[in-house]
């Protein structure tokens, strides 16, 4: 059994990170790594942990890494989207964010974050940071089926595993059809549309990172902080 370890959100923090690779390896079957995006912030230096993803450690699982909003934005400033504008400056602190952003990543990262993908696709499963329609899409459980439908959809994948939202859920879309109605010159046509059982999952963010099992597809949801706090506590 090998399962997927999937963490996004750690902003640049390398104690995190170590954390979270701590409490993978103690966990049974985990044998790959995906680093869904938000890697980097403007609250603090990002460099140690850029550093430590692009060389891993011997000891470390070897994270695969896609790029997120925060690095969408970076990217976006730094003219590698042509002529797009980040949508952080378009807040009222947009500016000075920007600026923090850019002092919080050396330029030496740049070339190594442009290189990034949207998202893997593994076996039958789309891994994004937001989703297929746009890196910044924060997919939640009160997302409406038919946008869940079509993210998955776009895709053409059973089962889509994305970060923005920063929550941990799993959503099954359970089957049925969609019944449309298409009107034309030629006149009007009905058409059904059966839905296949497909499934949506929040991977959490931060010290909330989940594991999955392709073989059972059964996902597991956890949190560094729960273990923190629990070893902390002890005898009066």
């Known amino acids: 059994m090998e399962r997927w370890a999937l963490v996004s959100g750690l902003r640049g923090d390398l104690d995190l990170y170590e954390q979270i690779q701590a ?16 890697m ?29 909003w925060w690095e969408e934005q970076l990217l976006v400033d730094y003219g590698y989207r042509g002529d797009q504008k980040p949508d ?52 939640q459980e009160t997302t409406s089926p038919l946008i869940l439908l079509d993210r998955l959809t776009r895709l053409d994948v059973n089962r889509l595993f994305t970060a923005r939202s920063g929550r941990q859920f799993r959503l099954q879309l359970t089957g049925g059809q969609i019944h449309s109605k298409v009107k034309d010159h030629a006149g009007e ?16 963010s931060g010290e909330n990172y989940t594991l999955y099992d392709p073989a059972s597809d059964r996902v597991e949801f956890l949190s560094v902080a729960v273990r923190s706090r629990r070893s902390n506590l002890g005898f009066g």
């Not at 912030?41 to 896609?66: F, H």
């Not at 500016?95 to 050396?106: D, K, N, P, Y």
């Open 88 to 139: 952080v400056r378009n807040k009222p602190d947009g500016a000075t964010t920007m600026q923090h952003l850019r002092e919080a990543v050396s330029q030496d990262h740049l070339n190594w974050l442009a290189s990034l993908q949207f998202g893997f696709i593994e076996l039958d499963c789309g891994l994004i940071h937001g989703s297929s329609a746009d890196v910044g899409d924060p997919l």
């Open 40 to 68: 980097i912030s403007p609250n603090r230096n990002c460099d140690a942990l850029l550093t430590r993803l692009r060389r891993p450690k011997r000891s470390d699982l070897q994270p695969n890494c896609i790029y997120g």
């Open 189 to 204: 046509e009905q058409r059904d549309q059966a839905v296949p059982k497909r499934t949506v999952i929040g991977i959490g």
């Open 23 to 38: 409490d993978i390896k103690k966990q049974r079957g985990a044998a790959h790594l995906f680093v869904l995006g938000d």
